[in-house]
């Protein structure tokens, strides 16, 4: 079993920063890209950044040169350091990560999720 715990969400002024963490724990062996994902209210869940095991990212344009994903030597802990934030980054984020399920299948495992709220 498999289990990812956000944390770092908070309430922030536009203009400002937010770190979050992602710890996944259990068995984590052949772990894959991990991922930050955001839900706003009547939106659907949208990527925010991915990181590969090989160590590319990916971004989506909203917040490319805001926001930054990292991952620890591990591969288990990822992080998103969240600069000038914006009114419209609030919402609930998610941390996923791709893992092996049975023999030959993966899986995607997503944590509970932390509340991030940009106020204008």
């Known amino acids: 079993q498999v289990q990812l715990v956000e944390s770092g969400g908070g309430l922030v002024q536009a203009g400002g920063s937010l770190r979050l963490s992602c710890t996944a724990s259990g068995n984590t062996f052949g772990i894959g890209a991990m991922g930050w994902y955001r839900q706003a209210p009547g939106s659907q869940r949208e990527l925010v950044a991915l990181?590969?095991?090989?160590?590319?990212?990916t971004y989506a344009d909203s917040v490319k040169g805001r926001f930054t994903i990292s991952r620890d030597n591990a591969k288990t802990t990822l992080s998103l350091q969240m600069n000038s934030l914006k009114p419209e980054d609030t919402g609930v984020y998610y941390c996923?990560?791709?893992?092996?399920?049975?023999?030959?299948?993966?899986?995607?495992?997503w944590g509970h999720g932390t509340q991030v709220t940009v106020s204008s």
């Open positions: 990181s590969r095991r090989d160590g590319t990212t």
């Open positions: 996923e990560a791709d893992l092996p399920y049975g023999v030959t299948q993966r899986k995607a495992y």
